[in-house]
């Protein structure tokens, strides 16, 4: 199957700094790549669906200004976490659709391995 | 927008016997329904999914059905194991943008 990595599978940092998580899909090309948040023993929110060369959709009470999404290229998107606070902690997942499937398998969506984000 | 809801949230079987988990949707228009299987600190794994034009698929002992008019679709594990054992969620391809939405998930716990 398709493969998405993320990076870095961790990071601690300290309140105020903005992070930087990276979402790629390794052998296909994806135009939509959405991010999602996770808090422990709860399901995964959508956050936003990142579409390649234009702006992102953000869902609601997600704020666009502190959670800052770019997709300049079809096996990239990055998420960066503006003025970080313990709070933001959490599980960060990316996932991916791979437009070049077709048949039974076009919907299926590939998953990063997710971001452990601590902060301080 | 659409609202998956999952049932149950914790689900504790001994091994060898069968485990269902059941969602709801609330939008007619959606599509796709996987199911996926996390475990501690890891990614979702797409286990089974099936589209609206089918009712049943079958993956040896994972099986799905799906109700179209009742807007309800079920996960069945047989013959289960404790390395079953994990978060399982349920989730719809909206209509907007290629979206899924999640149910809340269920906790199974397999006990040998």
């Known amino acids: 199957g398709a493969v998405v990595s993320q990076h870095p599978s961790w990071v601690i940092c300290k309140s105020g700094t903005s992070v930087k998580i990276e979402c790629r899909s390794l052998d296909f090309q994806a135009t939509t790549m959405f991010w999602y948040r996770q808090f422990p023993k709860q399901s995964l929110m959508l956050m936003a669906t990142s579409n390649e060369g234009s702006k992102a959709t953000y869902e609601q009470g997600v704020e666009k200004d502190k959670f800052l999404i770019n997709h300049a290229s079809l096996t990239l998107s990055t998420l960066t976490v503006t003025s970080a606070h313990p709070e933001d902690s959490s599980f960060y997942i990316c996932?991916?659709?791979?437009?070049?499937?077709?048949?039974?398998?076009?919907?299926?969506?590939?998953f990063g391995p997710g971001t452990r984000l601590t902060v301080l | 927008g659409e609202n998956v809801e999952q049932h149950p949230s914790t689900l504790s079987v001994q091994e060898g016997d069968s485990a269902v988990i059941k969602c709801t949707y609330s939008?007619?228009?959606?599509?796709?329904f996987p199911w996926y299987k996390q475990e501690l600190g890891k990614r979702p794994q797409l286990i089974i999914d099936i589209r609206s034009n089918v009712g049943e698929k079958k993956d040896q002992r994972i099986a799905v059905t799906l109700n179209k008019t009742a807007k309800h679709f079920s996960l069945h594990i047989t013959e289960t194991q404790p390395e079953d054992s994990a978060v399982y969620f349920c989730?719809?391809?909206?209509?907007?943008?290629?979206?899924?939405?999640f149910g809340r998930g269920t906790q199974l716990t397999v006990w040998p």
């Open positions: 989730a719809a391809r909206g209509s907007t943008l290629g979206r899924l939405y």
């Open positions: 939008d007619s228009a959606s599509n796709y």
């Open positions: 996932s991916a659709r791979d437009i070049g499937l077709a048949g039974p398998s076009y919907n299926e969506q590939f």
